[in-house]
């Protein structure tokens, strides 16, 4: 979750979020650093003007121009290899 990100590019500091939904700075602080309860995020969500999806954005999502490879493979720890390649229908 990216939700210390979101609520700076809403235009407001964990401190400001905090005395929004009756929290001290340190507990936003930790319940963001750890594992917010929906409600807590329905909260911040409702503070900053936003819903609570755009604390789930996906940051690792490449690009529409990445150079994706076409053929990866994979080495698990029992010392399997898979191999995965790149197919027509993966193209977008």
């Not at 340190?26 to 807590?40: E, F, K, R």
């Not at 529409?64 to 197919?87: L, M, Q």
Request: net charge negative; hydrophobic share 35%.
């Amino acid at each position: 979750m990216i939700i210390s990100k979101v609520i700076r590019e809403h235009g407001f500091t964990i401190e400001q979020v905090a005395e929004k939904i009756g929290l001290k700075r340190g507990s936003l602080a930790n319940m963001i650093g750890g594992n917010p309860t929906v409600d807590t995020l329905q909260k911040i969500a409702d503070a900053i003007g936003c819903s609570r999806s755009e604390f789930f954005a996906d940051e690792t999502a490449a690009p529409a121009d990445a150079d994706i490879p076409d053929e990866i493979s994979v080495t698990w720890k029992k010392g399997k290899t898979v191999k995965y390649k790149k197919t027509d229908e993966d193209e977008t």
